[in-house]
Each structure stands twice: as C-alpha cells, then as structure tokens.
C-alpha cells in the first residue's frame, strides 16, 4: 500500500544540489581569479615596466663594455712593433744552429755536388735559406732540388738560377737555391724510434754553438 504524504509543505532532500552549487561556484570564482591575473599582466603599464627594465639591463651591458675596453693598455706604436720585431730577428739569427743545418745538409746533398755558399735570412721568426752549390753535371744539381723537396725541414725549394763559374781551373756547373728552412721539423732520420743514445748530446752542442 503507498505511503501518503499529509504536510502542508513535503520534505524534500536538497543537500546534495547546494553543495554541487557551492562547489561550482568556487571553482568559478578561482578560474575567474586567474584570469583577472593574467589581464592584469598583459595591461600596457606592467609591460611597459618589463620593457624599462630589460632597456635599463642593456644600458648598463653597454656602459660595461665601454669600461672594460678602456682597461686595456694602450696599443704600441708600429715603431715599437717593428723594432721589436727586428730585435727577436737578431736574436733568433744568433741563436741559429749552424751544426743542426750542416748535419742535415750532409744527408741531403748527393755524391758530386758540393755546397759553395749557405746565407741564412731570420724574418718574423721565419728562416729563409739561399743555398748555392757546384756540381760537374747538370743532373747532380736537379737531383739536389729533389731532394730537398722530399724533406720536410726544407719547405718549398725552388731553383734560381743555374750558370757555370771555375773551380779549381775547370769549369763547373753553379746552382743557387731558395727555400724556407723550419729547424723544428723532424726529418725520417732523426725520428724519436730510430734516434740512439749519441743524439743525447746535440742540443748541448747547439746550445755551446749559440752562446759563442
């Protein structure tokens, strides 16, 4: 049998539907929040301020660069620098190796040339070498090209001049040759695998030869 409901005004079960209400409403009012923050920061006077200050940040880079270029020393005169460079010229020409040059030149020239004349030139810390040689034949003279081109410390050799001169009453073949000399490079032969202990003492000779 159904149960009849006598009140004047039923009772009716509204919890649930107010606490959806409120809860939709808070969240309505956190996202609403949100917003206005993010419309507050893209107002021009807040953007402005970020300009102002990102512009004030590039002023001080500037001044900085401007102080730190006026800490530098005064750049020398191109006097000073020539001069100076002729200085360490002279100096590395009297420290030259005459007895590393000699020796290597020994492997290099082949039987019947004979070397006449050696002007070393020290320019920017570069050696540039005038090699003159006298040789029976003509073939002695190309083959001493050649093999100064198969050597690494004698860089870029090239021929200037080939003529005759007397030697000893006869006639001989006069070769002269230009070509920059590096002291650094390590030639096959005095590779560090196959040096023995009789190289030991070279750079105290060399260093003798220099203070001479």
Same mark, same amino acid.
């Given at each position: 049998?159904?149960?009849?409901?006598?009140?004047?005004?039923?009772?009716?079960?509204?919890?649930?539907?107010?606490?959806?209400?409120?809860?939709?409403?808070?969240?309505?009012?956190?996202?609403?929040?949100?917003?206005?923050?993010?419309? &507050?920061?893209?107002?021009? /006077? &807040?953007?402005?301020?970020?300009? /102002?200050?990102?512009?004030?940040?590039?002023?001080?880079?500037? &001044?900085?660069?401007?102080?730190?270029?006026?800490?530098?020393?005064?750049?020398?005169?191109?006097?000073?620098?020539?001069?100076?460079?002729?200085?360490? /010229?002279?100096?590395?020409?009297?420290?030259?190796?005459?007895?590393?040059?000699?020796?290597?030149?020994?492997?290099?020239?082949?039987?019947?040339?004979?070397? %006449?004349?050696?002007?070393?030139?020290?320019?920017?810390?570069?050696?540039?070498? /005038?090699?003159?040689?006298?040789?029976?034949?003509?073939?002695?003279?190309?083959?001493?090209?050649? &093999?100064?081109?198969?050597?690494?410390?004698?860089?870029?050799?090239?021929?200037?001049?080939?003529?005759?001169?007397?030697?000893?009453?006869? %006639?001989?073949?006069?070769?002269?040759?230009?070509?920059?000399?590096?002291?650094?490079?390590?030639?096959?032969?005095?590779?560090?695998?196959?040096?023995?202990?009789?190289?030991?003492?070279?750079?105290?000779?060399?260093?003798?030869?220099?203070?001479?």
């Amino acid at each position: 049998m159904r149960a009849l409901n006598l009140a004047t005004r039923p009772f009716r079960n509204e919890a649930l539907p107010n606490l959806a209400l409120a809860i939709g409403s808070a969240l309505l009012v956190v996202v609403t929040a949100k917003h206005a923050l993010v419309v &507050r920061a893209l107002l021009p /006077d &807040r953007t402005s301020a970020l300009h /102002d200050e990102v512009k004030a940040l590039d002023t001080e880079a500037a &001044r900085l660069r401007v102080e730190a270029g006026g800490l530098r020393g005064p750049a020398p005169s191109a006097a000073l620098v020539t001069r100076w460079s002729q200085i360490k /010229d002279l100096v590395d020409q009297r420290t030259f190796s005459w007895t590393r040059l000699l020796a290597r030149l020994e492997r290099v020239v082949p039987e019947g040339v004979r070397i %006449s004349a050696i002007t070393p030139t020290v320019h920017r810390g570069e050696v540039r070498l /005038d090699l003159s040689a006298q040789a029976q034949a003509t073939d002695a003279g190309f083959e001493l090209l050649k &093999r100064l081109q198969g050597h690494p410390e004698f860089r870029g050799p090239v021929p200037v001049s080939v003529g005759e001169s007397a030697a000893a009453g006869e %006639s001989v073949k006069e070769f002269k040759y230009a070509m920059v000399y590096e002291p650094a490079a390590v030639p096959a032969e005095e590779a560090p695998a196959s040096r023995g202990d009789g190289d030991a003492d070279a750079p105290d000779a060399e260093a003798e030869e220099a203070t001479q």
